[in-house]
């Protein structure tokens, strides 16, 4: 690989990082933000209750928002160009995520997690199909596996920045600790303009859009294209439903059996649990590399979802000591969260290149919509329970039925190994 070539792969990776980074702040902070902004009495049932509750809301609706950005910034991407829609991206939820902090009731949280999710959404597309068309054809697994790594680690730095910010600096200040998190948000804005400067538009794409008509999303569901946008929306929102089921409550868990068993570590095991999903991520999608050689496409599938539910059902079903579970979250991390390094290179595979960004975008984010189910289910179930860690544990373990069930459809999963890009 070129220098040019690395420095891509490293733009796609920060934008990535960031991108879930700034997605998922809400989820560490929600346990300070929810009471403030609803103005509850902090640890309260009736907090509690409304945190767990909101958590599904609020991740449900940045799914929704994440399907509608990818969606179209995928056909920005592919009828305008890759940079200048990375661009646009990585500044609207760099933007989105510090207004946050500035939010007075659930009204304008919202509004505000809306709008990041628009740009997050649409990230993530523009970033795959930028590196798929600018590395080698022989690094494309490879390029794509360590793109995927930043996801874990923008959530190894989001668990991070709240410990630090909100259980250590603002620790005496609930109330207004979960802004500064937010605040932190902003970030990413100064690689929006790095991207601006230092990156230009892949040579496929310009080929493309020079001897092609433009896109329309109409034609991922034309006779030729149809089942590749069919197996790509299907193992995309098995994933997706999957990874957010569990994603979304895995700091709440840590600090519910924190208050529950020592209430003095609850920020300390919100992070523990973070952590240890996320490291389980990120040894899941370096795994891609060499799965994706000796099994194929279709056998790495099978194997990522049959393994996920195993996990599922015995870290959040057999009986385990507090801390002990959260630290074997690593495991659940392992499958859950390292399937998606899969999607980066898969993904834009099965299109063309003057439809790879707005296919890729339609099957990873337009699932986002069905996966929204997920954690607004865990939520509401949970709420309508005693709301405690028991209550959440039994709920979770429902979800394993996802990834088995997606296995069993392996069979209708397109091959593509071996086969240079369209």
């Known amino acids: 690989m070129t220098r040019y070539q690395w420095l891509v792969l490293a733009a796609a990776w920060l934008g990535w990082g960031f991108d879930v980074f700034d997605a998922l702040l809400f989820n ?22 409304a945190t767990v509750l909101w958590t599904g809301i609020l991740s449900s609706i940045l799914l929704v928002g994440w399907a509608i950005g990818g969606v179209l910034f995928g056909w920005y991407a592919d009828r305008y160009g890759r940079r200048r829609a990375l661009f646009v991206t990585v500044a609207m939820y760099a933007v ?19 709008l990041a999710s628009l740009g997050i959404g649409g990230e993530w597309a523009v970033g795959a199909a930028l590196v798929a068309e600018t590395v080698p054809e022989n690094r494309r697994v490879f390029a794509g596996t360590l793109l995927y790594t930043a996801s874990p680690l923008g959530l190894l730095l989001a668990g991070a920045v709240n410990y630090q910010v909100a259980g250590v600096w603002f620790a005496d200040d609930p109330a207004n600790s979960w802004r500064y998190v937010f605040l932190c948000g902003l970030a990413p804005v100064a690689l929006a303009f790095a991207v601006r400067a230092f990156i230009h538009e892949p040579d496929a794409w310009k080929r493309a859009r020079a001897t092609t008509a433009p896109p329309s999303p109409r034609e991922l569901f034309a006779p030729g294209v149809r089942r590749a946008t069919f197996v790509g929306f299907l193992v995309s929102v098995a994933g997706l439903l999957t990874w957010w089921a569990c994603n979304a409550f895995v ?6 059996l924190a208050t529950e068993q020592a209430p003095e570590l609850v920020e300390r095991w919100k992070t523990l649990a973070a952590n240890s999903f996320n490291l389980g991520g990120l040894v899941g999608a370096l795994a891609a590399v060499p799965l994706a050689h000796w099994l194929g496409r279709r056998a790495m599938f099978a194997a990522y979802f049959l393994y996920s539910g195993a996990a599922i059902l015995a870290v959040f079903g057999l009986e385990f000591e ?45 699932g986002r919509i069905i996966a929204a189910l ?49």
């Open 96 to 114: 989105g995520t510090a207004l946050c902090a500035a939010a007075t009731d659930m009204g304008q949280l919202v509004a505000f997690r809306v």
């Open 374 to 422: 997920g954690p607004l289910a865990v939520g509401i179930v949970t709420s309508r329970a005693d709301g405690s860690s028991a209550a959440l544990l039994a709920t979770m373990i429902w979800v394993a039925v996802i990834p088995v069930a997606a296995a069993l459809a392996a069979p209708w999963i397109i091959e593509t190994r071996g086969h240079r890009l369209q």
């Open 28 to 49: 560490f902070v929600a346990p300070n933000t929810v009471p403030t902004l609803l103005g509850l009495m902090y640890g309260s049932d009736a907090a509690r209750d």
């Open 322 to 366: 507090p801390e002990a579970r959260l630290r074997l979250l690593f495991f659940v991390g392992l499958g859950v969260y390292g399937i998606f390094s899969t999607y980066v290179f898969y993904l834009p595979e099965l299109f063309p290149s003057r439809l790879r960004a707005s296919g890729a975008g339609f099957c990873y984010n337009i």
């Open 251 to 256: 700091p709440l868990l840590g600090a519910w």
